[in-house]
């Protein structure tokens, strides 16, 4: 009976002490397995905020560059003639711009000036006021004094027309250089012509020929 009952003493005290020696290994183990989550954790932070961080850099960048080339103020800017293409940095278009208004706007003077002379002329005429008369045109008769008043005034109006034509091509120029400022042409765009084989599907005939490649 003394021998069973040292035996269980001895089985209980080495169980007791085998149970506390696991649980100090469970509890010193324990913080590196709670640890390892937070270092992946932090390691996913970090990768989302550089994601975070170049996707904002990059949408800072387009809207630096929106601002740097805007179409609508290309736009505002050509209602001044030649104001849009100085925006845009297409300088070697301002003769164009300046040549063609300039052009029409002394033509649209000269003939409006030939106008109101013929116009004043028949006037006169009509209303019997000989002391407005103008000398150099007594040897025209009264049609071909009207006939010469029109024409001076549909040369006008065909010079207003291509005036304002211009003046608003201008502004469209501007408009679309503005969008078309940033667009990137590929180096890798080619074309070229390559000798090719004709073959005619009704007889089943063939023949030489030459065909157009375009390489994008």
Request: with cysteine.
């Amino acid at each position: 009976m003394k021998k069973a009952f040292l035996i269980f003493c001895t089985f209980y005290i080495t169980s007791f002490f085998y149970c506390n020696a696991q649980t100090d290994i469970q509890v010193d183990t324990l913080p590196i397995s709670v640890n390892t989550p937070v270092v992946q954790d932090r390691t996913i932070n970090l990768t989302t905020e550089n994601l975070v961080a170049k996707t904002h850099k990059r949408v800072k960048s387009d809207t630096l560059r929106l601002k740097q080339h805007d179409p609508k103020t290309a736009s505002w800017l050509a209602l001044i003639p030649g104001a849009g293409q100085i925006y845009n940095k297409k300088y070697w278009k301002l003769p164009i711009v300046y040549g063609g208004l300039g052009a029409t706007g002394f033509l649209i003077y000269y003939y409006a000036d030939k106008t109101s002379i013929y116009r004043k002329e028949y006037v006169a005429r009509v209303n019997g006021e000989t002391e407005k008369l103008n000398p150099k045109l007594a040897r025209y008769d009264d049609a071909n004094i009207l006939d010469t008043r029109n024409f001076y005034r549909r040369n006008m109006e065909i010079c207003v027309a291509a005036c304002t034509v211009i003046y608003l091509l201008s502004i469209l120029d501007a408009c679309v250089d503005a969008h078309l400022h940033y667009y990137d042409i590929s180096d890798n765009l080619s074309l070229g012509i390559k000798p090719k084989i004709n073959h005619n599907p009704i007889n089943g005939s063939t023949a030489p020929g030459m065909g157009l490649i375009v390489k994008f």
